[in-house]
Protein backbone atom coordinates (compact mmCIF):
# COMPACT_ATOMS: atom_id res chain seq x y z
CA UNK A 1 0.00 0.00 0.00
CA UNK A 2 1.29 3.41 -0.92
CA UNK A 3 2.28 6.09 1.83
CA UNK A 4 1.92 9.91 1.47
CA UNK A 5 4.43 12.17 3.39
CA UNK A 6 2.40 14.64 5.40
CA UNK A 7 4.37 17.96 5.18
CA UNK A 8 1.75 20.66 6.37
CA UNK A 9 1.08 22.16 8.51
CA UNK A 10 4.15 20.78 10.53
CA UNK A 11 3.17 19.23 14.07
CA UNK A 12 5.63 19.43 17.93
CA UNK A 13 3.87 16.94 19.51
CA UNK A 14 1.86 13.73 18.91
CA UNK A 15 -0.69 12.62 21.48
CA UNK A 16 -1.90 8.94 20.26
CA UNK A 17 -4.94 8.60 22.37
CA UNK A 18 -7.99 10.69 22.85
CA UNK A 19 -9.58 9.22 25.94
CA UNK A 20 -9.20 11.75 29.17
CA UNK A 21 -4.93 11.22 29.62
CA UNK A 22 -4.77 11.98 25.80
CA UNK A 23 -7.04 15.18 26.06
CA UNK A 24 -5.29 16.53 29.15
CA UNK A 25 -2.27 15.44 27.74
CA UNK A 26 -2.99 17.48 24.15
CA UNK A 27 -4.79 20.43 26.27
CA UNK A 28 -1.91 20.92 28.34
CA UNK A 29 0.42 21.04 25.82
CA UNK A 30 -1.40 23.67 23.22
CA UNK A 31 -1.35 25.63 26.27
CA UNK A 32 2.56 25.55 26.68
CA UNK A 33 2.55 27.09 22.61
CA UNK A 34 2.77 23.64 20.80
CA UNK A 35 1.43 22.50 18.00
CA UNK A 36 -0.92 19.07 18.49
CA UNK A 37 -2.02 16.26 16.28
CA UNK A 38 -4.54 14.28 18.41
CA UNK A 39 -5.15 11.13 16.63
CA UNK A 40 -7.44 8.59 17.72
CA UNK A 41 -8.04 5.02 15.95
CA UNK A 42 -11.88 5.83 16.62
CA UNK A 43 -13.73 8.60 17.89
CA UNK A 44 -13.09 11.58 20.76
CA UNK A 45 -13.64 10.69 23.93
CA UNK A 46 -12.83 7.08 23.13
CA UNK A 47 -11.17 4.68 25.85
CA UNK A 48 -12.21 3.01 29.48
CA UNK A 49 -12.82 7.34 30.88
CA UNK A 50 -16.01 7.43 28.78
CA UNK A 51 -16.82 3.84 28.44
CA UNK A 52 -19.90 3.57 27.21
CA UNK A 53 -21.62 0.35 28.88
CA UNK A 54 -20.75 1.90 32.38
CA UNK A 55 -23.21 4.95 34.16
CA UNK A 56 -20.68 6.48 35.27
CA UNK A 57 -16.62 6.87 36.13
CA UNK A 58 -15.37 7.90 39.57
CA UNK A 59 -11.82 9.86 40.34
CA UNK A 60 -10.47 9.51 43.60
CA UNK A 61 -9.14 12.65 45.20
CA UNK A 62 -7.82 13.29 48.60
CA UNK A 63 -9.81 14.31 51.61
CA UNK A 64 -8.31 17.43 52.04
CA UNK A 65 -4.23 17.68 53.00
CA UNK A 66 -4.33 15.90 56.05
CA UNK A 67 -5.31 13.12 54.45
CA UNK A 68 -1.71 12.66 52.13
CA UNK A 69 0.04 10.46 54.47
CA UNK A 70 -3.43 8.25 55.40
CA UNK A 71 -3.67 8.15 50.98
CA UNK A 72 -0.01 6.32 50.84
CA UNK A 73 -0.43 4.41 53.28
CA UNK A 74 -3.63 2.79 50.88
CA UNK A 75 -1.85 2.60 47.84
CA UNK A 76 0.94 0.80 49.43
CA UNK A 77 -1.15 -1.35 51.40
CA UNK A 78 -2.80 -2.54 48.13
CA UNK A 79 -0.11 -2.59 45.60
CA UNK A 80 1.83 -5.35 47.23
CA UNK A 81 4.91 -3.19 46.50
CA UNK A 82 4.70 -3.51 43.08
CA UNK A 83 3.90 0.70 42.91
CA UNK A 84 6.41 3.30 42.20
CA UNK A 85 6.10 5.17 45.47
CA UNK A 86 7.34 8.57 44.11
CA UNK A 87 4.76 8.32 41.19
CA UNK A 88 2.05 7.26 44.26
CA UNK A 89 3.11 10.77 45.87
CA UNK A 90 3.38 13.09 42.92
CA UNK A 91 -0.25 12.17 42.69
CA UNK A 92 -1.67 12.74 45.99
CA UNK A 93 0.14 15.76 45.78
CA UNK A 94 -1.57 16.86 42.55
CA UNK A 95 -4.75 15.54 42.32
CA UNK A 96 -6.79 18.11 43.76
CA UNK A 97 -4.76 20.72 41.55
CA UNK A 98 -5.63 18.38 38.30
CA UNK A 99 -9.32 18.47 39.43
CA UNK A 100 -9.86 22.18 39.04
CA UNK A 101 -8.90 22.09 35.63
CA UNK A 102 -10.92 19.66 34.57
CA UNK A 103 -12.92 22.70 32.77
CA UNK A 104 -10.18 23.63 30.66
CA UNK A 105 -11.17 20.08 28.58
CA UNK A 106 -14.74 20.42 28.73
CA UNK A 107 -15.32 18.00 30.95
CA UNK A 108 -17.72 19.16 33.84
CA UNK A 109 -17.08 16.64 36.82
CA UNK A 110 -18.90 16.53 39.53
CA UNK A 111 -18.24 15.65 43.63
CA UNK A 112 -20.38 12.66 44.91
CA UNK A 113 -22.27 14.46 47.85
CA UNK A 114 -20.85 11.60 50.52
CA UNK A 115 -17.47 10.79 50.54
CA UNK A 116 -16.81 6.90 49.81
CA UNK A 117 -14.35 3.45 50.48
CA UNK A 118 -12.69 3.21 47.19
CA UNK A 119 -11.55 -0.20 46.50
CA UNK A 120 -8.87 -1.75 48.76
CA UNK A 121 -9.21 1.80 50.36
CA UNK A 122 -9.14 1.80 54.53
CA UNK A 123 -10.78 5.62 54.46
CA UNK A 124 -13.42 7.33 53.22
CA UNK A 125 -12.55 10.30 50.34
CA UNK A 126 -14.01 12.32 47.87
CA UNK A 127 -14.84 10.77 44.71
CA UNK A 128 -15.61 13.00 41.92
CA UNK A 129 -17.49 11.50 38.71
CA UNK A 130 -18.62 12.53 35.08
CA UNK A 131 -21.27 11.20 32.77
CA UNK A 132 -23.28 11.61 29.63
CA UNK A 133 -21.15 10.67 27.11
CA UNK A 134 -22.33 12.29 24.06
CA UNK A 135 -22.86 15.81 26.09
CA UNK A 136 -18.94 15.42 26.99
CA UNK A 137 -18.23 14.61 24.00
CA UNK A 138 -19.71 17.78 22.59
CA UNK A 139 -18.58 20.04 24.76
CA UNK A 140 -14.70 18.81 24.64
CA UNK A 141 -14.92 19.29 20.95
CA UNK A 142 -16.16 22.89 21.13
CA UNK A 143 -13.48 23.54 23.40
CA UNK A 144 -10.67 21.92 21.23
CA UNK A 145 -11.97 23.47 18.04
CA UNK A 146 -11.20 26.88 19.81
CA UNK A 147 -7.90 25.94 20.85
CA UNK A 148 -5.88 26.79 17.20
CA UNK A 149 -3.14 24.78 17.80
CA UNK A 150 -4.49 21.29 18.88
CA UNK A 151 -5.48 19.59 15.25
CA UNK A 152 -8.12 16.22 16.06
CA UNK A 153 -7.63 13.43 13.85
CA UNK A 154 -10.09 11.27 14.45
CA UNK A 155 -10.16 7.53 13.04
CA UNK A 156 -6.24 7.78 12.46
CA UNK A 157 -4.41 4.74 14.07
CA UNK A 158 -0.77 4.81 14.85
CA UNK A 159 1.09 2.21 13.32
CA UNK A 160 4.99 3.00 13.35
CA UNK A 161 6.97 5.69 15.64
CA UNK A 162 10.01 6.72 13.65
CA UNK A 163 13.27 7.26 15.15
CA UNK A 164 16.78 8.69 13.49
CA UNK A 165 19.34 10.35 15.13
CA UNK A 166 18.62 7.94 18.33
CA UNK A 167 15.17 10.05 18.89
CA UNK A 168 12.00 10.22 17.71
CA UNK A 169 11.56 12.24 14.43
CA UNK A 170 7.94 10.84 13.14
CA UNK A 171 5.55 8.08 12.99
CA UNK A 172 2.96 6.48 10.60
CA UNK A 173 -0.80 6.87 10.64
CA UNK A 174 -3.17 4.71 9.09
CA UNK A 175 -6.81 6.17 8.38
CA UNK A 176 -9.19 5.94 5.93
CA UNK A 177 -7.38 6.59 2.80
CA UNK A 178 -4.36 4.59 3.65
CA UNK A 179 -0.78 5.49 5.42
CA UNK A 180 0.10 8.48 5.93
CA UNK A 181 4.05 9.56 7.39
CA UNK A 182 4.25 12.85 9.35
CA UNK A 183 7.50 14.92 10.81
CA UNK A 184 7.08 15.53 14.75
CA UNK A 185 9.53 15.94 17.38
CA UNK A 186 8.04 13.99 20.21
CA UNK A 187 5.17 11.62 20.76
CA UNK A 188 3.05 11.12 23.55
CA UNK A 189 1.32 7.24 24.23
CA UNK A 190 -1.81 8.01 25.96
CA UNK A 191 -4.24 5.15 24.03
CA UNK A 192 -5.25 3.10 27.02
CA UNK A 193 -4.33 -0.45 28.27
CA UNK A 194 -5.56 -3.59 26.19
CA UNK A 195 -8.41 -4.89 27.04
CA UNK A 196 -9.27 -6.51 23.57
CA UNK A 197 -6.55 -8.48 23.77
CA UNK A 198 -9.06 -10.63 25.80
CA UNK A 199 -11.93 -12.64 24.16
CA UNK A 200 -14.52 -10.52 26.92
CA UNK A 201 -13.40 -7.14 28.02
CA UNK A 202 -14.89 -3.82 29.69
CA UNK A 203 -13.21 -2.01 27.27
CA UNK A 204 -14.07 -0.63 23.61
CA UNK A 205 -12.20 -2.18 20.77
CA UNK A 206 -9.65 0.65 19.86
CA UNK A 207 -8.31 0.00 23.20
CA UNK A 208 -6.06 -2.98 22.02
CA UNK A 209 -2.52 -2.69 23.59
CA UNK A 210 -1.68 -2.01 20.09
CA UNK A 211 0.80 1.26 21.23
CA UNK A 212 2.68 -0.63 23.86
CA UNK A 213 3.60 -3.26 20.64
CA UNK A 214 4.59 -0.03 18.77
CA UNK A 215 6.65 1.25 21.82
CA UNK A 216 8.38 -2.07 22.06
CA UNK A 217 9.70 -2.35 18.51
CA UNK A 218 10.67 0.90 18.73
CA UNK A 219 13.33 0.26 22.01
CA UNK A 220 10.85 1.04 24.85
CA UNK A 221 10.16 -1.58 27.58
CA UNK A 222 7.05 -2.63 29.30
CA UNK A 223 6.82 -3.64 33.02
CA UNK A 224 3.95 -5.19 35.61
CA UNK A 225 2.33 -6.81 32.35
CA UNK A 226 1.31 -9.59 34.59
CA UNK A 227 -1.13 -7.49 36.77
CA UNK A 228 -4.47 -6.77 35.20
CA UNK A 229 -7.94 -6.25 36.85
CA UNK A 230 -10.55 -8.24 36.23
CA UNK A 231 -14.33 -7.69 37.20
CA UNK A 232 -17.09 -9.24 36.79
CA UNK A 233 -19.35 -7.74 33.26
CA UNK A 234 -22.94 -9.10 31.70
CA UNK A 235 -22.80 -11.71 29.14
CA UNK A 236 -26.55 -11.37 28.91
CA UNK A 237 -28.51 -9.41 29.17
CA UNK A 238 -26.68 -6.28 27.55
CA UNK A 239 -22.93 -7.81 26.80
CA UNK A 240 -20.43 -5.42 28.15
CA UNK A 241 -22.02 -3.78 30.39
CA UNK A 242 -19.77 -3.64 34.29
CA UNK A 243 -21.45 -4.88 37.61
CA UNK A 244 -21.65 -2.73 40.46
CA UNK A 245 -20.65 -4.63 43.24
CA UNK A 246 -21.83 -2.57 45.82
CA UNK A 247 -25.40 -4.81 44.85
CA UNK A 248 -23.80 -8.14 46.18
CA UNK A 249 -24.85 -7.92 49.95
CA UNK A 250 -28.55 -8.61 47.95
CA UNK A 251 -27.32 -11.49 46.18
CA UNK A 252 -29.58 -14.47 46.84
CA UNK A 253 -27.37 -17.02 44.13
CA UNK A 254 -24.77 -17.70 41.89
CA UNK A 255 -25.93 -20.06 39.86
CA UNK A 256 -24.73 -22.51 37.06
CA UNK A 257 -26.78 -24.62 34.15
CA UNK A 258 -27.31 -27.19 36.20
CA UNK A 259 -29.16 -24.51 38.69
CA UNK A 260 -26.97 -25.19 41.56
CA UNK A 261 -25.70 -22.25 43.18
CA UNK A 262 -21.85 -22.73 42.09
CA UNK A 263 -20.45 -20.54 45.42
CA UNK A 264 -21.50 -22.65 47.87
CA UNK A 265 -20.19 -25.67 46.42
CA UNK A 266 -16.43 -23.96 46.28
CA UNK A 267 -16.00 -22.07 49.53
CA UNK A 268 -14.30 -24.01 52.28
CA UNK A 269 -17.16 -23.69 54.44
CA UNK A 270 -20.73 -23.51 52.78
CA UNK A 271 -21.88 -21.51 55.63
CA UNK A 272 -19.56 -18.73 54.65
CA UNK A 273 -21.21 -17.29 51.56
CA UNK A 274 -22.83 -14.45 53.13
CA UNK A 275 -19.39 -13.33 54.72
CA UNK A 276 -17.72 -13.99 50.94
CA UNK A 277 -20.45 -11.47 49.54
CA UNK A 278 -19.70 -8.93 52.41
CA UNK A 279 -15.76 -8.94 51.89
CA UNK A 280 -16.64 -9.00 47.93
CA UNK A 281 -18.80 -5.57 47.76
CA UNK A 282 -16.15 -3.17 48.46
CA UNK A 283 -13.88 -3.80 45.48
CA UNK A 284 -15.18 -3.81 42.11
CA UNK A 285 -11.87 -5.84 41.15
CA UNK A 286 -10.79 -9.33 41.85
CA UNK A 287 -7.66 -10.44 44.52
CA UNK A 288 -6.22 -12.69 46.31
CA UNK A 289 -5.87 -11.10 49.38
CA UNK A 290 -9.42 -12.54 51.85
CA UNK A 291 -11.92 -14.97 51.03
CA UNK A 292 -13.55 -12.58 48.68
CA UNK A 293 -11.58 -14.04 45.81
CA UNK A 294 -13.98 -17.31 45.68
CA UNK A 295 -16.63 -15.74 43.94
CA UNK A 296 -14.51 -14.62 41.39
CA UNK A 297 -12.84 -18.35 41.30
CA UNK A 298 -16.64 -19.51 40.86
CA UNK A 299 -17.12 -17.74 38.14
CA UNK A 300 -14.08 -18.55 36.32
CA UNK A 301 -14.08 -22.05 36.94
CA UNK A 302 -17.55 -22.33 35.74
CA UNK A 303 -17.59 -20.23 32.80
CA UNK A 304 -14.13 -22.64 31.79
CA UNK A 305 -16.21 -25.83 32.69
CA UNK A 306 -19.08 -24.56 30.20
CA UNK A 307 -16.48 -24.47 27.20
CA UNK A 308 -14.91 -27.77 27.84
CA UNK A 309 -18.69 -29.17 27.87
CA UNK A 310 -19.52 -27.30 24.56
CA UNK A 311 -16.23 -28.72 23.13
CA UNK A 312 -14.56 -25.15 22.85
CA UNK A 313 -17.54 -22.99 22.20
CA UNK A 314 -17.55 -19.63 23.98
CA UNK A 315 -20.45 -17.77 23.18
CA UNK A 316 -22.41 -15.59 25.73
CA UNK A 317 -24.13 -18.63 27.65
CA UNK A 318 -21.13 -19.55 29.63
CA UNK A 319 -22.07 -17.13 32.15
CA UNK A 320 -23.82 -17.66 35.92
CA UNK A 321 -27.13 -16.27 36.59
CA UNK A 322 -26.93 -13.78 39.64
CA UNK A 323 -29.91 -13.31 41.84
CA UNK A 324 -31.45 -10.56 43.58
CA UNK A 325 -33.45 -10.14 46.28
CA UNK A 326 -36.45 -7.25 45.72
CA UNK A 327 -34.84 -5.59 49.30
CA UNK A 328 -32.01 -3.90 46.59
CA UNK A 329 -34.44 -1.40 45.64
CA UNK A 330 -34.78 0.45 48.63
CA UNK A 331 -31.03 0.44 49.02
CA UNK A 332 -30.78 4.03 49.91
CA UNK A 333 -26.87 4.48 48.72
CA UNK A 334 -26.24 6.73 45.61
CA UNK A 335 -23.87 5.26 43.91
CA UNK A 336 -26.08 1.85 43.79
CA UNK A 337 -29.56 4.18 43.37
CA UNK A 338 -28.07 5.44 40.08
CA UNK A 339 -27.36 1.91 38.94
CA UNK A 340 -30.19 0.20 39.17
CA UNK A 341 -31.75 3.61 37.83
CA UNK A 342 -29.58 3.29 34.51
CA UNK A 343 -30.02 -0.31 33.95
CA UNK A 344 -33.60 0.19 33.90
CA UNK A 345 -33.64 3.04 31.73
CA UNK A 346 -30.71 3.00 29.03
CA UNK A 347 -31.70 -1.25 29.01
CA UNK A 348 -34.96 -2.14 30.17
CA UNK A 349 -33.48 -4.44 32.95
CA UNK A 350 -34.74 -5.43 36.14
CA UNK A 351 -32.12 -5.99 38.33
CA UNK A 352 -34.71 -7.68 40.88
CA UNK A 353 -36.11 -9.90 38.82
CA UNK A 354 -34.16 -10.32 35.34
CA UNK A 355 -31.76 -13.21 34.88
CA UNK A 356 -28.28 -11.52 34.74
CA UNK A 357 -25.45 -13.57 32.96
CA UNK A 358 -21.94 -12.59 34.44
CA UNK A 359 -18.35 -13.87 34.20
CA UNK A 360 -14.96 -12.06 34.65
CA UNK A 361 -14.40 -9.47 32.33
CA UNK A 362 -10.52 -8.02 31.65
CA UNK A 363 -11.07 -4.38 33.19
CA UNK A 364 -7.82 -2.42 33.55
CA UNK A 365 -4.47 -2.94 33.06
CA UNK A 366 -2.06 -1.37 35.75
CA UNK A 367 1.07 -1.92 34.05
CA UNK A 368 2.16 -1.05 30.34
CA UNK A 369 4.63 0.96 28.86
CA UNK A 370 7.94 1.70 31.34
CA UNK A 371 8.41 5.36 32.50
CA UNK A 372 10.21 7.29 34.39
CA UNK A 373 9.31 10.63 36.31
CA UNK A 374 8.73 12.56 33.21
CA UNK A 375 6.61 10.00 32.01
CA UNK A 376 9.55 9.38 29.34
CA UNK A 377 10.31 6.01 28.24
CA UNK A 378 13.92 4.68 27.13
CA UNK A 379 13.43 6.59 23.81
CA UNK A 380 14.61 9.75 23.59
CA UNK A 381 11.26 12.23 22.61
CA UNK A 382 8.57 9.26 23.40
CA UNK A 383 6.24 9.43 26.60
CA UNK A 384 3.47 7.93 27.71
CA UNK A 385 0.89 8.46 30.21
CA UNK A 386 -2.53 6.88 31.53
CA UNK A 387 -3.44 3.59 31.35
CA UNK A 388 -0.73 2.92 28.45
CA UNK A 389 1.98 3.58 30.78
CA UNK A 390 3.14 1.44 33.22
CA UNK A 391 4.83 1.41 37.20
CA UNK A 392 2.63 3.96 38.49
CA UNK A 393 0.14 0.96 40.04
CA UNK A 394 0.90 -1.96 41.56
CA UNK A 395 -0.81 -5.75 41.96
CA UNK A 396 -4.06 -3.91 43.10
CA UNK A 397 -4.97 -0.59 42.38
CA UNK A 398 -7.64 1.68 44.40
CA UNK A 399 -10.59 2.57 43.24
CA UNK A 400 -10.76 5.81 41.19
CA UNK A 401 -7.04 6.14 40.73
CA UNK A 402 -6.78 5.02 37.15
CA UNK A 403 -8.86 7.87 35.57
CA UNK A 404 -7.44 10.47 38.21
CA UNK A 405 -4.22 9.20 37.20
CA UNK A 406 -5.20 10.00 33.30
CA UNK A 407 -5.13 13.24 34.69
CA UNK A 408 -2.43 13.82 37.15
CA UNK A 409 0.43 12.30 34.14
CA UNK A 410 -1.13 13.33 31.41
CA UNK A 411 -0.49 16.78 32.61
CA UNK A 412 3.12 15.78 33.75
CA UNK A 413 3.96 13.70 30.27
CA UNK A 414 2.46 17.24 28.53
CA UNK A 415 4.82 19.21 30.99
CA UNK A 416 8.09 16.90 29.93
CA UNK A 417 7.17 16.66 26.15
CA UNK A 418 6.71 20.33 25.58
CA UNK A 419 9.49 21.29 27.67
CA UNK A 420 11.81 18.47 25.11
CA UNK A 421 10.37 19.84 22.18
CA UNK A 422 10.72 23.49 22.76
CA UNK A 423 14.37 23.00 22.33
CA UNK A 424 14.94 20.45 18.97
CA UNK A 425 14.20 20.84 15.43
CA UNK A 426 11.96 18.63 13.40
CA UNK A 427 14.54 15.91 11.37
CA UNK A 428 12.43 15.04 8.46
CA UNK A 429 10.65 12.00 7.38
CA UNK A 430 11.22 10.01 3.97
CA UNK A 431 9.37 7.45 2.51
CA UNK A 432 12.37 5.52 2.04
CA UNK A 433 13.05 6.02 6.09
CA UNK A 434 9.39 5.25 6.94
CA UNK A 435 9.11 2.25 4.29
CA UNK A 436 12.04 0.40 5.67
CA UNK A 437 11.61 1.11 9.36
CA UNK A 438 8.23 -0.11 9.28
CA UNK A 439 9.06 -3.12 7.22
CA UNK A 440 11.76 -4.49 9.88
CA UNK A 441 9.03 -3.85 12.83
CA UNK A 442 6.54 -5.97 11.55
CA UNK A 443 9.10 -8.75 11.45
CA UNK A 444 7.81 -11.46 13.80
CA UNK A 445 9.60 -11.24 17.43
CA UNK A 446 11.32 -14.87 18.10
CA UNK A 447 9.55 -17.70 19.83
CA UNK A 448 10.29 -17.93 23.28
CA UNK A 449 10.38 -20.56 25.77
CA UNK A 450 8.92 -23.10 23.44
CA UNK A 451 10.20 -26.29 23.75
CA UNK A 452 10.41 -28.60 20.35
CA UNK A 453 9.40 -31.85 21.86
CA UNK A 454 6.23 -30.20 23.64
CA UNK A 455 3.02 -30.69 21.58
CA UNK A 456 1.95 -27.94 19.80
CA UNK A 457 -1.59 -26.91 18.76
CA UNK A 458 -1.63 -27.31 14.97
CA UNK A 459 -3.40 -24.48 12.89
CA UNK A 460 -5.98 -25.54 10.56
CA UNK A 461 -5.00 -26.04 7.08
CA UNK A 462 -7.46 -24.30 5.83
CA UNK A 463 -9.46 -21.28 7.22
CA UNK A 464 -13.42 -20.36 6.64
CA UNK A 465 -12.07 -16.24 7.83
CA UNK A 466 -8.77 -14.38 6.75
CA UNK A 467 -5.76 -15.90 8.69
CA UNK A 468 -5.56 -12.29 10.63
CA UNK A 469 -8.90 -12.26 11.92
CA UNK A 470 -8.67 -16.24 12.94
CA UNK A 471 -5.26 -15.33 14.53
CA UNK A 472 -6.85 -12.06 16.37
CA UNK A 473 -9.80 -14.12 17.46
CA UNK A 474 -7.74 -17.07 18.96
CA UNK A 475 -5.22 -14.79 20.80
CA UNK A 476 -8.30 -13.44 22.57
CA UNK A 477 -10.25 -17.05 23.40
CA UNK A 478 -6.72 -18.15 24.66
CA UNK A 479 -5.96 -14.97 26.86
CA UNK A 480 -9.26 -15.25 28.18
CA UNK A 481 -9.27 -18.60 28.82
CA UNK A 482 -5.45 -19.21 30.87
CA UNK A 483 -4.36 -15.48 31.30
CA UNK A 484 -6.99 -14.03 33.23
CA UNK A 485 -7.43 -14.42 36.93
CA UNK A 486 -6.63 -18.28 37.45
CA UNK A 487 -3.49 -19.17 35.90
CA UNK A 488 -0.99 -22.13 35.86
CA UNK A 489 2.53 -22.72 34.68
CA UNK A 490 1.24 -25.65 32.64
CA UNK A 491 -1.67 -23.69 30.94
CA UNK A 492 0.71 -20.70 30.69
CA UNK A 493 3.20 -22.95 28.27
CA UNK A 494 0.73 -24.38 26.66
CA UNK A 495 -1.02 -20.90 25.56
CA UNK A 496 2.50 -19.25 24.32
CA UNK A 497 3.27 -22.41 22.82
CA UNK A 498 0.72 -22.29 20.63
CA UNK A 499 0.49 -17.79 20.18
CA UNK A 500 3.93 -18.88 18.71
CA UNK A 501 2.50 -21.01 16.50
CA UNK A 502 0.02 -18.42 15.44
CA UNK A 503 2.85 -15.59 15.27
CA UNK A 504 4.33 -17.98 12.36
CA UNK A 505 0.96 -17.97 10.58
CA UNK A 506 0.71 -14.38 10.83
CA UNK A 507 4.47 -13.97 9.27
CA UNK A 508 4.15 -16.34 6.56
CA UNK A 509 0.17 -15.54 5.66
CA UNK A 510 -0.15 -11.62 6.66
CA UNK A 511 1.96 -9.48 5.02
CA UNK A 512 1.84 -5.46 4.05
CA UNK A 513 2.82 -6.04 0.10
CA UNK A 514 -0.85 -8.50 0.03
CA UNK A 515 -3.34 -5.44 1.72
CA UNK A 516 -5.52 -4.44 -0.54
CA UNK A 517 -6.96 -1.60 1.60
CA UNK A 518 -6.86 0.40 4.65
CA UNK A 519 -8.64 -2.59 6.42
CA UNK A 520 -6.87 -5.10 5.34
CA UNK A 521 -3.55 -3.61 6.15
CA UNK A 522 -5.51 -3.07 9.65
CA UNK A 523 -6.01 -6.95 10.40
CA UNK A 524 -2.46 -7.57 9.46
CA UNK A 525 -1.32 -5.06 11.97
CA UNK A 526 -3.42 -6.42 14.29
CA UNK A 527 -2.12 -9.93 13.99
CA UNK A 528 1.05 -9.49 14.48
CA UNK A 529 0.26 -6.96 17.83
CA UNK A 530 -1.78 -9.46 19.32
CA UNK A 531 0.61 -12.09 19.16
CA UNK A 532 3.51 -10.12 20.06
CA UNK A 533 1.88 -8.39 23.15
CA UNK A 534 0.10 -11.62 24.47
CA UNK A 535 3.36 -13.13 24.42
CA UNK A 536 5.33 -10.45 26.21
CA UNK A 537 2.19 -10.89 29.09
CA UNK A 538 2.79 -14.91 29.15
CA UNK A 539 6.49 -14.38 29.74
CA UNK A 540 5.40 -12.25 32.56
CA UNK A 541 3.08 -14.24 33.80
CA UNK A 542 5.59 -17.43 33.42
CA UNK A 543 8.32 -15.49 35.57
CA UNK A 544 6.03 -14.54 38.29
CA UNK A 545 5.60 -18.36 39.97
CA UNK A 546 3.23 -16.92 42.63
CA UNK A 547 -0.56 -15.43 43.74
CA UNK A 548 -0.11 -11.50 43.72
CA UNK A 549 -3.04 -9.03 44.31
CA UNK A 550 -4.94 -9.54 40.96
CA UNK A 551 -4.42 -13.18 40.11
CA UNK A 552 -4.59 -16.35 41.33
CA UNK A 553 -2.11 -19.27 40.38
CA UNK A 554 -4.12 -22.33 41.42
CA UNK A 555 -0.30 -24.15 41.23
CA UNK A 556 0.93 -21.40 43.65
CA UNK A 557 -2.05 -20.05 45.58
CA UNK A 558 0.44 -18.06 48.17
CA UNK A 559 2.55 -15.12 47.74
CA UNK A 560 6.34 -15.50 47.95
CA UNK A 561 8.06 -12.25 48.84
CA UNK A 562 11.47 -14.61 49.07
CA UNK A 563 11.41 -14.49 46.05
CA UNK A 564 9.09 -12.38 43.86
CA UNK A 565 9.83 -9.13 45.23
CA UNK A 566 10.67 -7.46 42.54
CA UNK A 567 9.04 -6.06 39.21
CA UNK A 568 9.66 -7.80 35.67
CA UNK A 569 10.31 -5.69 33.06
CA UNK A 570 9.74 -6.43 29.44
CA UNK A 571 11.94 -5.59 26.36
CA UNK A 572 13.46 -6.42 23.00
CA UNK A 573 17.13 -7.60 22.47
CA UNK A 574 17.87 -8.59 18.82
CA UNK A 575 13.94 -8.96 18.23
CA UNK A 576 13.79 -11.79 21.11
CA UNK A 577 12.22 -11.23 24.14
CA UNK A 578 14.56 -9.50 27.11
CA UNK A 579 13.56 -10.15 31.02
CA UNK A 580 14.79 -8.30 34.00
CA UNK A 581 14.16 -8.79 36.86
CA UNK A 582 13.78 -4.63 38.53
CA UNK A 583 14.55 -4.17 42.24
CA UNK A 584 11.48 -1.97 43.40
CA UNK A 585 11.89 1.40 43.79
CA UNK A 586 12.28 3.51 46.83
CA UNK A 587 10.04 6.72 47.47
CA UNK A 588 12.68 9.19 46.86
CA UNK A 589 13.64 7.74 43.75
Known sequence: MKMKIHTEPLFDILVAGAGLAGIRAAVSCAMKGMRVLLATPSRLCSGSSFYPMMDTIHCLCTAGPDD???????????????????????????????????????????????????????????????????????????????????????????????????????????????????????????SGGMGNLYLHSLNTADISGSTHVIALKAGARLINLEFNQFIPGFLSPAYKTVFREGSLRYCTGLLGPDGHDILRQLLPNQDACGECLLLREPHGPFTTADASKYFDIALMKSALKNIESRGGAMDQ?????????????????????????????????HIERDPISIAPFFHAANGGIQVDHNCSTSVKGLYACGEAAGGIHGADRLGG?????????????????????????????????????????????????????????????????????????????????????????????????????????????????????????????????????????????????????????????????????????????????????????????
Not at 319 to 344: A, K, Q, T
Open 68 to 190: REAFMKDIKDCSWSMNDPWMSRYYVEHIEECLKHMAETGIRCHKLPERKLACFGHTERDLYYWNDWDRLREEVRNVLDRLERITVAEHRELVQLLTAQDRINGAILLGPDGLEALSVKAVILA
Open 317 to 349: SIGCIIRYSPDILNDSRGYVRDYISWLLREHDI
Open 401 to 589: MASGSCLVFGTLAAESASSYASEISHISVTLTQAGTQMKEAYAACRPFGTDRNRHTPPIPASLSQPPAVFICRRVRELMWQHAGILRSMENLKNTLDEINSLALLADTCCRPDSCAGPRQLQSFLKAHQYTDLSRALLIAMMERNESRGSHYREDAPDTDDAHYLHRISIGLKENQYDVRKMPLPSSSG
